[in-house]
C-alpha cells in the first residue's frame, strides 16, 4: 500500500478544513468576541498538522493511489478533521472533556446534530458561527471540497464514490474535479439563496448565515437550544422547510436544470418522484395525527408542525420547533421510519437513501413476477433503465449491514444502560445522521450526560452513517491490509 500517496491527501483535506477556520475568525475579529483565541490556536494545530502530513507523503503523488488508498484516505480525512473540528471547544472551555469535543465535531462533520453543550447562550457567537459552519463543510464532503480544490487524476472517481452517498455514481463532466465543483457550486448558490431570503424576513447576518449553514447541509445545530422554536416565525419555518426539501434532493439534478435547462428530472425520475411522495404522505398523516390527539389547536397548525417535522427528519436535519417527544406514539415510530429511509442519494441528507429503498422494493417486486412467471426474463426497472444485478445486490447488502449496524448499536448502548426506547431512538438518530429524536436523544435534551462509553458508540455509528458504513468499517478487515 502506498501510504505516502495517503499522507499527501490527508494533508490536502486537512489542509482545506484549516483555511476555513478563517470565517470565524474573520467573524471574531469584527464582533471583538472571546472565541479569537481557540479558533486562532485550533487553526495553528490544523496548519502543523497539515504541514507534517505533507512532509510524510511529500515523495509521494496521488496519481499512485488505488481503491485501498481511496478508502483509506476518506477514512483518515473524516477522521484528522472531526478532531480539529472540536479543538475550538476544547479551547475556549465550552467542552473541556476531550471525548466530548470529539463528539461534537464528528457530529458537526457529519451533519449529525447531536450536541453535549449544555448552555449555548454562553458560548462565544463565532464558536457557535463555526459549529454551524462544520456541518456544512461536511454537507457535500470535505473529500468532494478537496477534490474541487486540488488536481486529483487517477483515483479521483475512487475518492468521490467512497464518500457520496448512494449506489450509483455518474459523472457529470467529463473529469471529477469538474463534477465536484459544480455540486459545491450548487450547494454554495443554495446557501447565498437561503441566507438572503433569512436577511428578508428580519433575520440579522449570524441567525441567517448559521441557520442556513446547518439548513443546507441538513445538519440541525442551531444556536439556540429550542432550535428553530426560538425564532417563533412561520416564514422561518417555510424557507428553511423548503431548502431542507432541496437540500435532501440529489444534487445532481441541478445540473439538468441549470447547465441543459431539462425540465425533465423533475417529472420523470424515479428517486425524486418517491422522495417528494415521502414526504406528502408521511406530512399528511404526522398532520391528521397531531389534529385528532389535540396537540394543535386548529388543523392549519397541524399541517404546519406535520410537514415540517416530516421534511426535518426525512431530510436528516433534526430541526424542530416545538418538543415533539410528547407527541403521540404513533408520530414517534413513524419518524424512526423517516430516519432510515433519508433522502436522496449525492444530496447532504443521511439514512438508506430513497433510491436504495426504491430498488428494493422494485426487485421485489420483481421476484414475485418471477415466481408466478418461472421462465420469464423480468429484469429489474426504474424508470425506463434497467437496472444492473450488481446495483441491485449493493442496495441489499448496504440494507443488510444498514440493519446489522443498527442492531449492534441498539444492544450496545442498552448494554451501557440506555433504557429500550432510548437505544433504539439513539441507534437509529446517529446512523441515520438525524441528531435529536427520543429518550436520550429527545430534543429538548442533549447528550452531555450520558457516559463515556454511550458517546464513543454513537460516535461510531455517526461516522458509519456518514461514510456509508463500508468505507468505515473496510479498514477493520485483515484482507484491506493484505498485498
Avoid at 212 to 240: E, I, K, M, Q
Avoid at 321 to 344: I, K, Q
Avoid at 346 to 368: D, M, P, W
Wanted: charged share 10%.
Amino acid at each position: 500500500m502506498n501510504v505516502g500517496a495517503v499522507f499527501r491527501f490527508l494533508a490536502a483535506t486537512t489542509g482545506a478544513i484549516t483555511m476555513a477556520f478563517a470565517v470565524p475568525i474573520a467573524w471574531s475579529l469584527a464582533a471583538g468576541d472571546p472565541g479569537l483565541l481557540p479558533l486562532l490556536r485550533s487553526s495553528a494545530v490544523g496548519v502543523l498538522t497539515s504541514g507534517a502530513l505533507f512532509l510524510c507523503g511529500r515523495r509521494a503523488s496521488f496519481l499512485d493511489m488505488d481503491v485501498r488508498e481511496a478508502i483509506l484516505a476518506v477514512t483518515g480525512s473524516w477522521l484528522i478533521v472531526s478532531v480539529i473540528s472540536g479543538l475550538p471547544y476544547m479551547f475556549s472551555g465550552a467542552l473541556p472533556n476531550a471525548l466530548d469535543a470529539i463528539f461534537e465535531g464528528v457530529s458537526g462533520f457529519t451533519t449529525t446534530g447531536a450536541t453535549v453543550i449544555g448552555r449555548l447562550s454562553e458560548i462565544p457567537r463565532s464558536i457557535l458561527l463555526w459549529r454551524s459552519f462544520s456541518q456544512w463543510l461536511g454537507g457535500v464532503g470535505i473529500v468532494v471540497l478537496a477534490l474541487a480544490l486540488f488536481p486529483v487524476s487517477g483515483a479521483g472517481m475512487e475518492l468521490y464514490k467512497a464518500e457520496v452517498s448512494g449506489p450509483i455514481h455518474e459523472r457529470l463532466t467529463p473529469r471529477i474535479q469538474q463534477t465536484a465543483a459544480f455540486l459545491w457550486k450548487t450547494y454554495l448558490i443554495l446557501t447565498c439563496a437561503e441566507i438572503a431570503l433569512l436577511l428578508a424576513g428580519g433575520l440579522d447576518l449570524f441567525d441567517s448565515a448559521a441557520l442556513s449553514f446547518s439548513t443546507l447541509a441538513t445538519g440541525g445545530f442551531s444556536p439556540y437550544a429550542n432550535s428553530l422554536g426560538h425564532f417563533r416565525s412561520d416564514y422561518v419555518r417555510l424557507v428553511s422547510g423548503v431548502f431542507l426539501f432541496l437540500s435532501g434532493a440529489n444534487l445532481t439534478f441541478y445540473h439538468s436544470l441549470i447547465v441543459r435547462g431539462n425540465l425533465s428530472p423533475l417529472r420523470e425520475n424515479p428517486e425524486l418522484r418517491c422522495y417528494a411522495f415521502l414526504l406528502f404522505a408521511s406530512g399528511l398523516l404526522i398532520s391528521l395525527l397531531l389534529y385528532a390527539g389535540g396537540d394543535f389547536p386548529s388543523m392549519r397548525a397541524s399541517l404546519s408542525a406535520g410537514f415540517f417535522h416530516a421534511v426535518s427528519m426525512l431530510s436528516s436535519c433534526g430541526f424542530f420547533t416545538s418538543d415533539y417527544s410528547a407527541w403521540p406514539a404513533s408520530v414517534r415510530y413513524l419518524t424512526l421510519a423517516l430516519m432510515f429511509c433519508g433522502g436522496c442519494a449525492i444530496s447532504t441528507a443521511g439514512g438508506l437513501t430513497c433510491v436504495r429503498v426504491l430498488v428494493i422494493f422494485k426487485h421485489i417486486r420483481t421476484e414475485f413476477v418471477r415466481l408466478l412467471h418461472p421462465r420469464a426474463i423480468v429484469p429489474t426497472r426504474m424508470g425506463n433503465e434497467t437496472l444492473d444485478a450488481s446495483v441491485v445486490s449493493a442496495c441489499f447488502a448496504y440494507l443488510a449491514a444498514y440493519v446489522a449496524i443498527f442492531g449492534a448499536g441498539f444492544v450496545l448502548l442498552s448494554l451501557f444502560g440506555q433504557d429500550m426506547a432510548a437505544a433504539l431512538f439513539g441507534a437509529a438518530a446517529a446512523l441515520g445522521n438525524v441528531g435529536p429524536g427520543f429518550g436520550m436523544a429527545a430534543p429538548a435534551e442533549n447528550y452531555a450526560m450520558l457516559p463515556g462509553t454511550v458517546k464513543a458508540v454513537l460516535i461510531f455509528l455517526m461516522l458509519c452513517g456518514r461514510l456509508e458504513i463500508f468505507t468505515l468499517l473496510a479498514v477493520f478487515t485483515p484482507s484491506f491490509w493484505r498485498r
